[in-house]
């Protein structure tokens, strides 16, 4: 049984057409590469404005008002949440609850055969299948064509799940660490919770739930399960910041509150507050990870904003050349080198270049160099001219 294909036929002038469109996607890319290279390498690293906050005693609140201040301690607060429906308690400062359902899904795998003459194939072909899905896609969103062979080839029937239940977030209206408070929707707790493990002591059961993997509460939607997967089936499991984390929290004080510190008179910059995992040090650690790996996911895709759309600028060449796909093949994969190579030394240049202008004794010292340089080019020309 062969699953559903749907072939489009493109002609040689399509292929050109279409071509010339992704030339003008192409020059926006590459122009767009070179503003987002220049502005990551002046992004703020967080990391380093922490490091300039006061150390506060998490049992000494209300004595530095007004200061960029971080406090170390136990997250703790008074009405600790969980989840009503299906924990019978918990002290929880946040509670994720994650439900997925045994649904179908549509996988799309999609192939282009190149024609002689120019012209191309683009062959989608279809299959399905049933698995865990927290967002499951409506199947009148699939393939219609393709459901229905399904159907009819193997005898089953392709539909919606019946969400009985949805995931949700519950988390404390106020938090403390020590005498400090502080609000979970004011300020960001960037803690990762933990998965919590269920049992019939904490978890509320009922009619056909039971516990799976110690982690999950499962509710067969046919009474008489076999105990494997079934379609509409459902499984919920919770992550949790747990009350009593040990937590590092950067903020201004406001009293015995923290809020959001103003570190930068630029109105883009937004106010800094923030609770991490771990002491002071582990904190600061953490944030400047973050930085470095948002700088160099930035750095990878303005590269490759910058390659693909110097390849697409040469779109219409490898479609002209496709008329044998043998020369288009080799054109592209040519192109493709060389291209990979100019945006490589253009990314290069523009982030070694955004860099210095965004670092004050960078920018100084090259000053330096290159006002050394012209007296030393100038003092030699003038020995020269005294010379003859």
Do not use: C
């Not at 982690?215 to 919770?238: M, Q, T, V």
């Amino acid at each position: 049984m062969a699953p559903y294909e749907e072939v489009t036929h493109t002609s040689w002038g399509g292929n050109i057409k279409n071509s010339f469109t992704g030339f003008l996607v192409g020059i926006v890319m590459f122009i767009a590469a070179f503003p987002l290279l220049w502005w990551n390498e002046g992004r703020v690293n967080l990391a380093n404005i922490a490091k300039t906050s006061e150390v506060a005693e998490p049992g000494q609140a209300g004595n530095m008002n007004g200061k960029f201040v971080s406090i170390t301690g136990e997250i703790t607060a008074d009405t600790p949440v969980f989840d009503t429906v299906f924990m019978k308690s918990g002290k929880y400062i946040r509670l994720n609850r994650s439900v997925e359902y045994y649904a179908w899904e549509e996988n799309v795998h999609t192939k282009e055969k190149k024609n002689v003459g120019g012209s191309s194939d683009t062959v989608k072909t279809y299959t399905y299948k049933m698995s865990w899905q927290s967002s499951p896609k409506s199947v009148g969103d699939f393939n219609s064509s393709g459901v229905n062979q399904w159907e009819n080839e193997r005898n089953v029937v392709i539909k919606n799940v019946v969400e009985t239940y949805s995931s949700d977030s519950f988390q404390v209206n106020t938090a403390k660490i020590g005498k400090w408070m502080l609000s979970p929707n004011d300020i960001n707790i960037d803690v990762p919770g933990e998965k919590i493990s269920l049992d019939e002591k904490n978890a509320k059961l009922s009619g056909k739930m039971k516990i799976t993997d110690g982690k999950y509460i499962y509710i067969p939607f046919l009474a008489s399960s076999s105990g494997e997967n079934n379609f509409n089936d459902i499984r919920i499991s919770f992550n949790g910041l747990v009350s009593g984390t040990k937590v590092t929290a950067f903020g201004e004080a406001n009293g015995n509150s923290i809020d959001k510190y103003k570190y930068s008179e630029d109105e883009n910059e937004p106010a800094f507050s923030r609770v991490l995992l771990g002491d002071r040090a582990t904190a600061i650690s953490t944030l400047n990870a973050e930085h470095q790996m948002l700088t160099w996911i930035l750095r990878g895709v303005g590269f490759l904003l910058m390659w693909i759309g110097l390849s697409s600028l040469f779109g219409p060449l490898v479609s002209v050349l496709n008329v044998l796909p043998f020369l288009g093949d080799v054109g592209g994969a040519i192109i493709g080198i060389i291209t990979f190579v100019v945006a490589a030394v253009l990314s290069f240049l523009t982030i070694i270049i955004s860099a210095i202008f965004h670092n004050i004794i960078a920018l100084i010292i090259v000053a330096v160099i290159i006002i050394a340089l012209i007296v030393i080019v100038m003092s030699t020309k003038k020995k020269k001219a005294a010379a003859a």
